[in-house]
């Protein structure tokens, strides 16, 4: 749901607050209510946090409230389900007053979204290019509507993807073979 109809800059969107608990995406100049996740989408980023954690990633490396800029026609921030940082980037957001990756930041290295019912365009089309255009290494789409997982990497400007579905397990060029399939994530458990 947008809230106003007239578009905002990325300054006033950062300065913005409405006293509310209420999170936003700021598209293309326009804010936009997130709606709470729901329960499903919300084990599943849980899960992979804690598989990540599992696998050594540092916890100041794993964040799940960050808010990353990005390039659109106007101004443009999302709100992804989980984020792995590198070393450079975690340091660069230390002591910041709020969680936000901006422009002049190294990207994340890993990217992960959990899709909702009637967001698909918002991950498959409009944050993959987004995404792209931060050079982000590695996006993951974890869709349990459609029961499948595609982890896109960044290979010489564009994004590669590969599919998994049922018990394959996921392979991330950032992190390795994974002993976690498609299955047990999209199950959130």
Do not use: C
Request: hydrophobic residues 40%; aromatic residues 8%; negative net charge.
């Amino acid at each position: 749901m947008t809230v106003a109809s007239q578009k905002i800059s990325l300054e006033e969107y950062l300065n913005f607050d409405d006293g509310t608990d209420t999170r936003y995406e700021l598209d293309n100049g326009e804010l936009i209510v997130m709606p709470p996740e729901s329960e499903l989408n919300r084990r599943i980023a849980s899960l992979l946090y804690i598989y990540f954690a599992q696998q050594g990633i540092p916890s100041h490396r794993l964040t799940m409230k960050t808010e990353i800029v990005v390039s659109s026609s106007r101004a443009g921030s999302r709100l992804p389900d989980l984020m792995v940082l590198s070393e450079e980037l975690a340091t660069a957001l230390e002591g910041s007053s709020r969680s936000t990756i901006m422009m002049d930041m190294p990207p994340p290295l890993l990217v992960v979204e959990v899709v909702s019912p009637h967001q698909e365009n918002r991950d498959y089309r409009y944050k993959r290019s987004e995404y792209a255009a931060r050079r982000i290494p590695e996006y993951w789409i974890v869709d349990p509507i459609q029961q499948r997982v595609t982890v896109l990497e960044w290979v010489e400007g564009l994004y590669e993807e590969v599919v998994y579905t049922g018990e394959n397990a996921i392979a991330s060029p950032v992190l390795g073979v994974l002993e976690l399939t498609a299955s047990r994530l999209l199950q959130g458990r």
